[in-house]
């Protein structure tokens, strides 16, 4: 798999539409269904991709039904780990999950381009190396920062990874974002 940035509009796969039907839970009640169908998402019997606008908005609205009232921060991290172990009971990553804990979280980061195109068309990665168990890694698209840092930290702790930190460095939505990951 390349990881040279793909030609043609950014997509959402489909595993990550039911990974999100999953971190919805119980608050996946009829009128919430609803709301995801007037978006034009349905989370029920979704499409193979969707554009990555459209996936935005319904992060938002997942993070509006719930975390209602939360700040946006926290209900981004929140949901970025919801998805992430939400993820693990889809098709595709009960394929992944188990790579990742046999390859280990610095295996796991140098591939995070691959890891991410199992979810979507457009993630690039660049990871540099700042110390044995302390990286930067770049990503080429990330709108919710504190969303991906739940993604990272929840990947990376089931990877058995021990007194994890992952912070967010920079983001822009020219630039990509930059998080330091560390562990002991």
Do not use: H
């Not at 009232?69 to 209900?75: H, L, Q, R, S, V």
């Not at 992952?166 to 020219?174: A, E, F, G, K, N």
């Amino acid at each position: 798999m390349s990881d040279e940035a793909p030609s043609g509009d950014p997509v959402i796969f489909a595993s990550s539409v039911e990974a999100l039907l999953r971190a919805l839970g119980p608050q996946a009640t009829a009128p919430v269904l609803a709301r995801f169908r007037a978006l034009g998402v349905d989370l029920e019997r979704p499409d193979p991709a969707y554009p990555y606008e459209l996936w935005l908005q319904c992060l938002r609205l997942t993070m509006d039904v719930r975390w209602p009232g939360a700040p946006f921060d926290e209900a981004t991290y929140r949901l970025g780990r919801a998805i992430f172990e939400s993820y693990g009971e889809t098709f595709m990553g009960r394929a992944l999950l188990p790579l990742l804990k046999l390859l280990g979280p610095r295996r796991a980061l140098e591939r995070m381009t691959r890891n991410l195109r199992t979810t979507n068309n457009y993630s690039v990665t660049r990871l540099t190396a700042l110390g044995p168990n302390r990286f930067e890694l770049w990503v080429n698209r990330v709108a919710f920062p504190q969303y991906f840092r739940g993604l990272l930290e929840a990947g990376l702790e089931f990877s058995a990874t021990k007194d994890l930190v992952v912070r967010v460095v920079s983001c822009s939505p020219t630039e990509g974002a930059v998080f330091e990951v560390s562990w002991q």
